[in-house]
Structure formats: C-alpha cells, structure tokens
C-alpha cells in the first residue's frame, strides 16, 4: 500500500502565494508521476498539474497555467505545487496523486489539503 502524505494548505489573500508538498511512502512500489487535482465546494473533482519522472514532463489545466509551478524529487517520492497569483477561484481541496503503473492513472490518492484563497 501506498500512502500520500500532503502539506503547506492554508488561508491566503489573493495575489498571494503557497506552496503545497506531498510525500509518498510505502513497501516497493513503482512512481512513474505524480501530480495534483483539486476539488472545490459544489464541483466536481478536477486536473491541476501532473509531472512524470521520465524526461520531466509537466501537465497543467488551463485554468492554472502561468500561476502554478509542479516539481518534485523522484528519488524521494515528493512532488510540490506552488501556486502564485491565487484568485479567490482556486479554492479549494487539493489532492495529491500517483502512478504506480505508468498507464497515466492516479492509482493512490492523498487525503488532501485545504487552499482557500480570500478576496
């Protein structure tokens, strides 16, 4: 089993900035990519930004290109967000995902972690 850890959630103005982590743990497995979605009161669960370790290719939703940065460390099992210029919108519940098994699936699932952007 798999376990996503995520951190660095919180209450921030808009303008503002944070920085979200998520360390992944288990007994042997694979991590082909990791990434991030997020899920806001009322709406459905949705894509922010995905890096795959090999050649370090990053995905970002539309909505967040230009204001959110994904990076990470494969050799620890980490992936950051950080998010710049946040609007009121991009509140939400951010989850981390990973890729145990390089289909471009999110097999295991953070708890998450709450963002809420004040106006």
């Known amino acids: 089993q798999v376990q996503l850890v995520e951190s660095g959630g919180g209450l921030v103005q808009a303008g503002g900035s944070l920085r979200l982590s998520c360390a992944a743990s288990g007994r042997s497995f694979s991590n082909y990519a990791m990434g991030w979605f997020r899920q806001a009161p009322g709406k459905e669960r949705e894509f922010v930004a995905r890096?795959?370790?090999?050649?370090?290719?990053?995905y970002y939703a539309d909505s967040v290109k230009g204001r959110f940065t994904i990076s990470g460390d494969n050799a620890k099992n980490t992936v950051y967000l950080r998010m710049n210029s946040l609007k009121p919108e991009d509140t939400a519940v951010y989850y981390c995902v990973l890729d145990s098994r390089g289909l471009g699936t999110n097999d295991y699932w953070g708890q998450g972690t709450q963002v809420t952007v004040s106006s």
């Open positions: 890096i795959t370790w090999s050649g370090g290719s990053t």
